[in-house]
């Protein structure tokens, strides 16, 4: 779908770019953009708003336990899916990554309650975690067809204590899913014939020719390193931007309201400026502008130089793959270097504006897009200062602009997501280990740097929207890992025992409002954690044994008791026993009774028997059953407080 978008795009513009007026081909390029743009806001706006954003932050919250209302539903998953298709095809620099996550995690808790009922296994906290946890392996592996580097890094940006377990499960999905994703593509390609498909070649998503042998020398590991500490501080810079521009558009008060009365406006103006960006014969001829955003990787993986001008299928590819048509401009007169620095201070700008937009955007390709062109601009400044390799005489290992392309993409969106797993998503793309070393230096150096000044990308989303999350312990300072839990935690500790009584249950709701949770322990000499039970299913519990139902329902049974025992003790021979009525004739041998309440409880009291005739008093609902003095709280009696719970 994301192809036909594109496509349709392209063949649209191409009917009007012959026109000697340059307006109708940029308002028809423009105009597509923005209509492809309004359309994914709309369907994420009504049909579910939580498809909106990337899908990473919010899972990585409910992998910690917390429940997301509205997350994981059927609707979500055909309005991300939809919109998600309509966002990449407009045109604007977002990603995919996270929203396949998001997708992957939806169809793992549909499958469950299909499967196991309307519930499922996800009743089970544990086996909930462990299906969204495969889940999320095959969000990665389907989107690059990378199933090792996609359990990696779904351990990496979603768990911090992960069950060992758990590795068989994702590995065993996220490779089904990668050769479904293989098998698919095959078929999208025309091969639908299962001889075709058994016979056809299985590359990498990004298959690159770089040398097996001399394909750098270990005096250019200094230059992967440089390049590593630039990304971890341009990633840094990046999260802080991002941040910056998002707290503005929430707190500004004249951009609040335009965003929530005309909340359409934002999508469209911003649309508007990325496909102007792009426009193919505006400044997109210095961005790349008429292939997909994402495709532009297969001219930064390029081996050779662009400097050269040649077509050497085998260190180039086709003629067709060959980068450097893409960046000169229509008549090969742009320097290159103009073309790679406007392409990355543009889409460094404008991947964080697109990423603020109600629409489902990953983060993960535009980083990796943007660090790609890092990449390539280095090594190409490299072969222009040392066309005959960076060691004078040693001809046969040349700098390749593509190795450094790899490994500025890997650096880049490392620094800005915080993980090492980029690195084997990386050579399961590319399709080659011989950048092992360089692209494990960078993407490491990379990581540090970035780690040190800010938080990665996911966790600052997690900030920003305020979701329930506990962070992760700060590595810039050794204070925090001194603190011991007795220096802040609250005594005396609340806590539930097995032994505790109704009246326990009742001081700890009306003397802890402020918990949420209560701990379980075995008892309270031993004070062995047992679990841990919530306020509102305590309160549940307290509701249904001692709560104003169950007194009216053992007032009743008091009632009924009474009744049939002085039935059956005044009835005359012969007759029924036990039907709740009293003999005319035997009332005035009756002994009057009064129930009332008693501290909440119901007692049945025996006076005079003398008295001739039965009249019970008139009591009241209020005066049956003792009101609590706050009605969401049950009132314990002084008897049910010695009650055990257990």
């Known amino acids: 779908m994301i192809t036909m978008i594109h496509t349709g795009h392209m063949k649209l513009y191409q009917m009007f770019r012959g026109d000697e007026t340059w307006m109708r081909p940029f308002a028809v390029w423009t105009f597509y953009g923005v209509v492809v743009s309004c359309a994914s ?4 706006h009504f049909i579910a708003p939580q498809a909106i954003g990337s899908g990473i932050p919010e899972m990585k919250t409910v992998l910690r336990g917390i429940i997301l209302k509205e997350y994981l539903t059927v609707r979500t998953l055909i309005s991300k899916m939809i919109a998600l298709s309509l966002s990449i095809g407009s045109g604007l620099p977002v990603g995919k990554e996270g929203p396949f996550v998001h997708i992957a995690s939806v169809v793992a808790n549909q499958l469950s309650r299909f499967v196991h009922g309307s519930k499922g296994v996800f009743e089970n906290e544990s086996r909930a975690g462990e299906m969204l946890a495969a889940g999320c392996a095959v969000g990665v592996a389907c989107t690059f067809s990378a199933p090792v580097g996609g359990v990696l890094f779904s351990i990496e940006v979603t768990a911090v204590y992960f069950a060992v377990r758990n590795y068989w499960r994702g590995f065993f999905a996220a490779t089904c899913s990668a050769t479904l994703f293989s098998v698919l593509q095959g078929i999208r390609r025309g091969k639908s014939q299962l001889a075709d498909l058994l016979s056809m070649s299985v590359a990498a998503h990004y298959q690159t020719k770089f040398p097996l042998s001399d394909t750098f020398t270990s005096y250019e590991l200094l230059f992967f390193a440089v390049m590593g500490l630039i990304c971890g501080v341009a990633g840094a810079l990046f999260v802080l931007l991002h941040r910056t521009v998002v707290l503005f558009l929430r707190r500004n008060k004249f951009v609040k309201i335009v965003l929530q009365k005309y909340w359409l406006i934002y999508p469209a103006l911003i649309s508007f400026l990325i496909s102007s960006c792009t426009y193919p014969l505006g400044a997109g001829m210095y961005l790349g502008g008429e292939q997909a955003f994402s495709h532009t990787l297969h001219d930064f993986f390029v081996s050779c130089s662009w400097l050269e001008n040649t077509n050497n299928s085998d260190s180039c590819g086709s003629a067709e793959k060959f980068g450097r048509a893409n960046w000169a401009g229509p008549d ?6 103009h073309s790679l620095a406007a392409f990355q201070v543009a889409y460094f ?17 535009p980083v990796f897009v943007i660090g790609a062109a890092f990449g390539r601009t280095v090594g190409e400044l490299l072969r222009l200062n040392y066309p005959n390799g960076v060691i004078e005489g040693m001809m046969t290992t040349r700098v390749h602009p593509g190795i450094y392309a790899v490994a500025g993409a890997a650096a880049f969106c490392g620094a800005v997501t915080h993980t090492v797993s980029v690195a084997v998503i990386v050579f399961e793309l590319t399709g080659q280990l011989v950048l092992l070393i360089p692209v494990m230096i960078a993407v490491l150096v990379a990581n540090a740097v970035c780690s040190y ?13 305020h979701l329930p999350y506990l962070p992760d312990i700060s590595h810039s300072s050794s204070m925090y890992h001194s603190l011991t839990a007795e220096q802040f935690m609250t005594c005396p500790a609340a806590y539930i025992a097995k032994d505790s009584t109704y009246g326990d249950l009742q001081d700890l709701i009306y003397g802890m409002s402020h918990v949420r949770a209560f701990p379980l322990v075995e008892n309270k000499k031993s004070m062995s954690l047992v679990g841990s039970i919530s306020r509102a299913h305590l309160f549940k519990l307290l509701q249904a044994n001692v709560g104003v139902k169950a007194r009216q329902a053992e007032a009743t ?15 005359a021979p012969g007759e029924a026993k036990g039907n709740g009525k009293i003999p005319m004739g035997q009332k005035r041998h009756t002994k009057r009774f009064i129930v009332e309440s008693v501290r909440g409880s119901t007692k049945s009291l025996a006076q005079n ?34 009650v055990r719970v257990s």
């Open 609 to 642: 028997p003398e008295t001739t005739s039965v009249a019970p008093e008139k009591t009241s609902e209020k005066n049956l059953l003792a009101v609590p003095p706050y009605p969401h709280v049950p009132r314990v009696s002084e008897d049910e407080k010695r």
């Open 349 to 365: 700008f404008l991947s964080i504006i697109a990423s603020t937009l109600p629409v489902p955007a990953g983060i993960f390709m």
């Open 557 to 571: 049974e008091r009632i009924r008791r009474v009744i049939d025992e002085v039935s059956e003790r005044y009835c």
């Open 332 to 337: 090969n007169n742009v320097n290159i270097f």
């Open 453 to 465: 000044l800010q938080p990665s990308i996911y966790d600052s989303i997690i900030k920003i929207k």
């Open 41 to 44: 806001a709309l369907c994420a």
